[in-house]
């Protein structure tokens, strides 16, 4: 009689963020506000996370520590085996332009450039860049390319923007309310583009917003309250940003 097969082991997710005890306390005058109260967290290669809260719950300051544009009060954030909150200035900048991309709620692209030029500012400094033909394909926006900033609509921009995040093919991409100024339908297709770049180049993308609804796309939604991890659910069904019921 043969053995029974030994079932697989399921393949254990890497870390690609570690942080332990995380507080960030600003001193405002004479009141001190503490923006992150302890905070635990880890991120997984190629996941997709939301950080769900409301304003003020300290979620902008957690990327902010994550992507290296800030560090903490206290408490330790590791990125793969490098202990960011060990680094200088210089080390910090060189993480950011080596391994993060970023997107925030406004597009912050140069008027007098196209789309095309926004896009290779990022290419030019990077190691193994993407073209800024392929970015810009990525996201939709092959027949824009050179169409200046004023001829193109909110969410083109927006995708814009993200080409330029993806261009320099960052490990992580971080997305600070990236659909804050957009209506509904082109912020659906601003969330599709970003869902695009998670899927197929493997980016582990966090995405900060206070909207519910886009948590469904996540892999995992992690919310915020007052400093502090309220709570962490796992979607066993993620749905596409056309799916999603505004």
Avoid at 50 to 79: E, M, W
Wanted: net charge negative; charged share 20%.
């Amino acid at each position: 009689m043969s053995p029974l097969p030994h079932p697989e082991k399921p393949t254990p997710q890497k870390s690609v963020f570690h942080a332990r005890g995380l507080t960030k306390t600003y001193d405002m005058g004479e009141v001190q506000v503490q923006a992150l109260r302890g905070i635990d967290l880890e991120l997984f290669e190629k996941e997709f996370v939301v950080l769900l809260g409301p304003s003020g719950s300290g979620k902008s300051t957690l990327l902010n520590i994550l992507g290296g544009l800030d560090v903490p009060t206290s408490g330790t954030v590791h990125y793969l085996d490098q202990n960011l909150t060990a680094g200088n200035d210089a080390a910090l900048t060189r993480f950011r332009r080596e391994h993060v991309g970023f997107i925030f709620q406004f597009y912050n692209l140069i008027p007098s450039l196209t789309a095309r030029e926004n896009v290779s500012l990022v290419t030019e400094i990077a190691l193994d860049p993407l073209t800024p033909e392929e970015a810009l394909d990525i996201v939709g926006l092959k027949d824009r390319m050179d169409h200046f900033p004023s001829q193109l609509s909110g969410g083109e921009q927006q995708r814009v923007a993200i080409a330029r995040a993806i261009a320099k093919r960052p490990e992580v991409l971080l997305c600070d309310e990236p659909t804050g100024a957009l209506d509904v339908q082109t912020g659906m297709v601003v969330l599709d583009a970003i869902a695009r770049v998670n899927r197929d180049l493997g980016t582990t993308t966090a995405v900060i917003t206070h909207n519910q609804v886009i948590s469904q796309m996540a892999d995992r939604v992690i919310s915020l309250s007052d400093g502090q991890i309220s709570n962490i659910e796992h979607n066993t069904h993620k749905l596409s940003a056309a799916e999603l019921n505004w």
